[in-house]
């Protein structure tokens, strides 16, 4: 395990045990960044703790967080070429409320590749976690070893839970979605649509859920579960099935053969 992976799990599970606290308690001091995007006190401190962490750690690493933006490496040391990934608490909207489907989300790229990543949830203490090339993993416990991850045999989208993510209805981008969301949903077996979509990706990645799209995904969503999904022997890729999801924000994982047939429906040249 590389060591910057060993510091991902390490500040995952410390963000862990701060939301969990926040949770509980149900008092949450929140500001509206935009219309129906919220982010609370737990989401500025989680993150400030993280940049924290890695910035003593590897004081050359860049860090992009979706709270404080792009952070240049310090300036008095060279840049390394590595650049973190950070959602402190991905589902802010299911927090405020008490839905218990929320995570934090840390990837790790080198020159643009992302070659590790972290999903924990932090009411279940559940942590996926992969490094390129060593597969996809899930600890719960300290007494237990980690489980190998592998997507689920899923072949057809008949035959699919998927989840995805819509805007806010109040959202000018609602009306666009709208038909791609339908156009799956009439064709695989069932869709959720749970506020969390890192969260959703880790399942993917653990079988339970076969397939995953979404028309605009940051980064810092995507990179960790992209990364699990196929350590996980999964597919990743954006609507027109190639490899820019993570520029383009378009995104759809899942098995092989049901990401397929995703852009088959949803592809920018797909027919009506």
């Not at 989680?46 to 992009?64: A, C, K, M, Q, Y």
């Not at 967080?65 to 040391?77: F, I, K, L, P, W």
């Not at 932090?122 to 600890?139: K, N, Q, S």
Request: with cysteine; net charge negative.
């Amino acid at each position: 395990m590389s060591d910057r992976l060993q510091l991902a799990l390490e500040i995952a599970a410390e963000a862990s045990l701060e939301i969990a606290s926040a949770f509980a308690s149900r008092r949450h001091a929140l500001h509206e960044k935009s219309p129906n995007d919220f982010a609370t006190e737990t989401d500025a401190s989680v993150e400030g703790h993280l940049v924290r962490r890695i910035s003593t750690t590897f004081p050359g690493d860049r860090i992009l967080g979706e709270e404080g933006g792009e952070r240049e490496s310090a300036s008095d040391v060279e840049p390394s070429g590595y650049r973190w990934i950070i959602d402190p608490l991905d589902g802010t909207f299911n927090f405020i409320h008490g839905f218990p489907y929320i995570a934090t989300s840390i990837a790790v790229e080198f020159e643009g590749e992302v070659v590790a990543g972290v999903i924990a949830n932090p009411l279940t203490d559940e942590v996926f976690y992969a490094e390129r090339g060593e597969g996809a993993w899930l600890t719960v416990d300290d007494d237990r070893p980690p489980h190998r991850l592998s997507v689920s045999s899923c072949r057809t989208l008949s035959d699919a839970l998927v989840a995805s993510v819509l805007p806010a209805s109040a959202s000018g981008s609602f009306t666009r979605v709208l038909p791609k969301w339908t156009a799956v949903a009439s064709r695989c077996a069932s869709i959720r649509r749970t506020g969390a979509a890192a969260l959703d990706l880790a399942h993917v990645a653990a079988g339970r859920l076969d397939g995953f799209f979404v028309m605009s995904l940051a980064a810092w969503d995507a990179a960790a579960g992209g990364l699990l999904v196929r350590e996980a022997g999964g597919s990743v890729c954006d609507f027109d099935g190639d490899n820019r999801y993570l520029s383009t924000n378009e995104v759809i994982a899942g098995t092989v053969p049901v990401c397929a047939e995703l852009v088959r429906v949803l592809g920018n040249r797909a027919p009506p």
